[in-house]
């Protein structure tokens, strides 16, 4: 699910309009005398990771994270690798791949449980509107090719809730959401949200599927955090 958040987010940088300044050949005005040194924009620089920390994630969903940068403008977050090996080592030394509890076949928590958070920042002048009707036209395109029910997803690529106090707007989007029952289900969600001239997406993929109202409320907090950050 998470390659499917991050082709979304993908079709999103590619469908923003380039908007150019004009040259000095295209304008009335003289050329200087000397080229002028060019002052970056605010938040050119900004390091996605110092948004947010890992501590702050893993408190929010009550797991152990670690962070790692994911090009100059996202930062990732996911699941301690060192847990699922001590994991490992512990099943390795009862010799079976699952353990007995209350009389039923468990998976290690540290082994069933997923959890990845990506943060990414784009300077861009998409509004709301904009992203929600991108959203709907890749939505559309998606549900129609991939047959949801046929793939055992129960929710697809479709508008959530709008987010109050996070920027100057925020939104959700549901990426896709999977349940096998007993064997497992899992949540892809999008949150957007925009602070002046800095759009920040919010991408989670998490496992057990916490449903999308508690999801919401996990993305919402951690989006007001980082958006202070950018004030």
């Known amino acids: 699910m998470r390659p499917i958040a991050l082709a979304l987010l993908a079709v999103l940088a590619c469908g923003k309009s380039d908007s150019k300044a004009p040259t000095a050949a295209q304008t009335s005005e003289p050329a200087p005398a000397a080229p002028a040194v060019a002052t970056p924009p605010a938040g050119a620089n900004l390091d996605p990771c110092a948004l947010l920390t890992a501590e702050e994630v893993g ?6 994270v670690i962070a790692k940068k994911d090009g100059r403008h996202a930062c990732e977050y996911a699941l301690d690798p ?6 490992l ?3 390795a030394q009862t010799g079976g791949a699952r353990v007995v509890k209350n009389g039923k076949l ?3 928590s540290a082994l069933s449980d997923q959890l990845v958070v990506d943060v990414a920042t784009e300077r861009d002048a998409q509004t709301e509107d904009q992203l929600k009707k991108l959203y709907a036209k890749i939505g559309a395109a998606v549900n129609g090719a991939v047959k949801p029910e046929e793939h055992g997803l129960t929710e697809t690529i479709e508008a959530g809730e709008e ?7 925020a939104f959700t989007t549901n990426v896709t959401a999977v349940d096998m029952g007993a064997a497992g289900s899992t949540r892809g969600r999008l949150l957007e949200t925009r602070q002046g ?5 919010l991408s989670v993929t998490i496992a057990p599927d916490p ?3 508690k999801l919401d409320a996990h993305m919402a907090a951690l989006a007001r955090s980082a958006i202070a950050k950018l004030k």
């Open 106 to 108: 468990e998976v290690p």
């Open 59 to 64: 408190k929010e969903f009550g797991k152990t």
């Open 89 to 91: 080592a512990d099943l």
């Open 82 to 87: 060192a847990e699922q090996q001590k994991a």
């Open 197 to 201: 001239a800095q759009r920040l997406t």
């Open 163 to 169: 987010i109050r106090d996070v920027g100057d707007w």
């Open 211 to 213: 449903g999308a109202t």
